[in-house]
């Protein structure tokens, strides 16, 4: 009894104690409550949506104080249901108050069905009325086999129906979205801000010009656009940019501050088998990348006049592979960037194909690949996806020949074209788990093997 009474006594003790400090729990004399909504709003729009919201539970005066926060507005739909997710972004949306926002995002990628066309449409007005800095609609569908359409972006007639539209707009990225060339052109025409513009498998974008006065332009993309003829790029500022995309003529008119590129698709093969196409800017480029996934039909087995790359830092390529093809044509890329620092490489072999499609670069020898060259400044290489075939080996070998200044090596053995080879059906499941650990442990050990081929000096890295 006396024991439970001295409990009792302490705890009020205690209790006394957190209010004299000011720590209770209905304590308006201090703490995150006496700031006034202003600054509750700030410290709310820095926070994620979803916990943003949360917060309405606090109290009376919380209950609506993030429908007026200016940070980020994200959906991403994950595995949510198509209503779900609908009813969900257009109920936020009819609550938020907030203007203006810095970004709207959402993406609905993971459905085969999407909304109806009048529910994207309303999330593009809502845009307008945030008067959004960045607004990216993301509408990629998972199952490429169904004949899905895109979402059609409004016409400018819509557009200038509003008294200003995204008049503060700074990045637009737009995946799985159709829109026209003309409705592109009122965007950089009018938004005077934008500083990158992203379009990603548009099939109404046919001729495209981006051309100043752009001031603030510094990224663009135009990838996976399949009725692409032309595209006229001149933009004294612009800094990096992609594309991904059907053979054209070379879109880089006047780009004197380009430092980063990424090219893939049939375009990229221009830049490998037409290197002077593309000799008036390639020369100021600081990073390089090159998607060479797409195979063709017709192929030389000559060795083409690179460009020089003489500003040229970190090479990175993407390329198919076959078994038994010679990869020494990438030591000509090294070879064409003297002040190369760094050179990454991912290989994806290819499975047996009937109509006998090419690689989309040369198969040349040693001699020509080398040409009695001798890098001074490559530091850092890394193989991607290595599994230990012959050609992959030779590469690394070469490499490590014409390049005595190599400091660190990565040969990566993860997410391997042999570890997700799928076996017959017929394999029993324990004998198809042996097979693959068999397959892992060759895998690190041509990897290991590797290693001893370079100086001891060097740091070489596998995982």
């Given at each position: 009894?006396?024991?439970?009474?001295?409990?009792?006594?302490?705890?009020?003790?205690?209790?006394?104690?957190?209010?004299?400090?000011?720590?209770?729990?209905?304590?308006?004399?201090?703490?995150?409550?006496?700031?006034?909504?202003?600054?509750?709003?700030?410290?709310?729009?820095?926070?994620?949506?979803?916990?943003?919201?949360?917060?309405?539970?606090?109290?009376?005066?919380?209950?609506?104080?993030?429908?007026?926060?200016?940070?980020?507005l994200?959906?991403?739909?994950?595995?949510m249901?198509?209503?779900?997710?609908?009813?969900?972004?257009?109920h936020?949306?009819?609550?938020?108050?907030?203007?203006p926002?810095?970004?709207?995002?959402?993406?609905?990628?993971?459905?085969?069905?999407?909304?109806?066309?009048?529910?994207?449409?309303?999330?593009?007005?809502?845009?307008?009325?945030k008067?959004v800095?960045?607004?990216e609609?993301?509408?990629?569908?998972?199952?490429?086999?169904?004949?899905?359409?895109?979402?059609?972006?409004?016409?400018?007639?819509?557009?200038?129906?509003?008294k200003?539209?995204?008049?503060?707009?700074?990045?637009?990225?737009?995946?799985?979205?159709?829109?026209?060339?003309?409705?592109?052109q009122?965007?950089?025409a009018?938004?005077?801000?934008?500083?990158?513009?992203?379009?990603?498998?548009?099939?109404?974008?046919?001729?495209?010009q981006?051309?100043?006065?752009?001031?603030?332009?510094?990224?663009?993309?135009?990838?996976?656009?399949?009725?692409?003829?032309?595209?006229?790029?001149?933009?004294?500022?612009?800094v990096t940019?992609?594309?991904?995309g059907?053979?054209?003529?070379?879109?880089?008119?006047?780009?004197?501050?380009l430092?980063?590129?990424?090219?893939?698709?049939?375009?990229?093969?221009s830049?490998i088998?037409?290197?002077?196409?593309?000799?008036?800017?390639?020369?100021t480029?600081?990073?390089?990348?090159?998607?060479?996934?797409?195979?063709?039909?017709k192929?030389?087995?000559?060795?083409?006049d690179?460009?020089?790359l003489?500003?040229?830092?970190?090479?990175?390529?993407n390329?198919?592979?076959?078994?038994?093809?010679?990869?020494?044509?990438?030591?000509?890329?090294?070879?064409?960037?003297?002040?190369?620092?760094?050179?990454?490489?991912?290989?994806?072999?290819?499975?047996?194909?009937?109509?006998?499609?090419?690689?989309?670069?040369?198969?040349?020898?040693?001699?020509?690949?080398?040409g009695?060259?001798?890098?001074?400044?490559?530091?850092?290489?890394?193989?991607?996806?290595?599994?230990?075939?012959?050609?992959?080996?030779?590469?690394?070998?070469?490499?490590?020949?014409i390049?005595?200044?190599?400091?660190?090596?990565?040969?990566?053995?993860?997410?391997?074209?042999?570890?997700?080879?799928?076996?017959?059906n017929?394999?029993?499941?324990?004998?198809?788990?042996?097979?693959?650990?068999?397959?892992?442990?060759?895998?690190?050990?041509?990897?290991?093997?590797?290693?001893?081929?370079?100086?001891?000096?060097?740091?070489?890295?596998?995982?």
């Open positions: 009894m006396e024991m439970n009474k001295h409990k009792a006594n302490s705890v009020a003790q205690n209790s006394r104690k957190r209010k004299e400090k000011g720590i209770g729990k209905h304590n308006a004399s201090g703490g995150i409550e006496k700031l006034p909504d202003d600054m509750l709003i700030a410290i709310l729009s820095c926070m994620r949506l979803k916990d943003a919201v949360k917060t309405s539970i606090f109290s009376r005066r919380w209950r609506y104080l993030w429908r007026f926060t200016s940070g980020k994200v959906f991403v739909d994950r595995e249901e198509t209503e779900n997710f609908k009813s969900w972004v257009n936020i949306l009819q609550l938020h108050r907030g203007r926002v810095d970004s709207l995002i959402i993406r609905f990628i993971n459905l085969v069905l999407g909304p109806q066309s009048s529910d994207i449409d309303s999330w593009v007005f809502s845009a307008i009325h008067d800095k960045k607004f609609l993301n509408l990629k569908r998972v199952e490429f086999n169904l004949p899905v359409q895109n979402y059609e972006f409004p016409h400018t007639d819509k557009l200038l129906s509003f200003y539209p995204f008049v503060s707009l700074k990045s637009l990225i737009l995946v799985h979205v159709d829109i026209e060339d003309e409705v592109v009122y965007f950089l009018s938004c005077i801000y934008i500083e990158c513009l992203c379009i990603r498998g548009s099939n109404a974008t046919n001729n495209l981006v051309v100043d006065p752009l001031p603030n332009l510094k990224k663009l993309e135009v990838s996976d656009c399949p009725n692409i003829q032309s595209m006229e790029i001149c933009a004294m500022n612009l940019c992609t594309y991904q059907s053979k054209i003529n070379s879109p880089f008119m006047k780009t004197p501050n430092r980063e590129l990424t090219l893939g698709g049939l375009f990229c093969k830049f088998f037409k290197p002077n196409k593309h000799s008036s800017y390639s020369a480029l600081v990073k390089l990348v090159l998607n060479l996934n797409t195979r063709v039909r192929r030389t087995n000559s060795s083409p690179l460009p020089q003489h500003s040229l830092k970190r090479l990175e390529l390329a198919v592979a076959k078994i038994r093809r010679g990869l020494l044509f990438f030591i000509s890329l090294i070879k064409a960037s003297p002040n190369l620092l760094e050179f990454r490489i991912e290989l994806k072999y290819t499975t047996p194909d009937p109509l006998r499609l090419k690689m989309p670069y040369p198969s040349v020898t040693w001699q020509q690949a080398r009695g060259f001798c890098h001074k400044k490559l530091k850092v290489v890394e193989m991607i996806s290595f599994i230990g075939y012959e050609e992959e080996r030779d590469l690394l070998d070469k490499i490590a020949e390049a005595p200044s190599i400091e660190k090596v990565l040969i990566d053995t993860r997410n391997t074209h042999r570890r997700d080879h799928k076996l017959p017929s394999i029993s499941g324990e004998v198809r788990k042996q097979m693959k650990s068999n397959v892992l442990r060759s895998t690190e050990s041509n990897a290991m093997l590797m290693a001893c081929r370079f100086p001891l000096e060097t740091k070489v890295v596998v995982k």
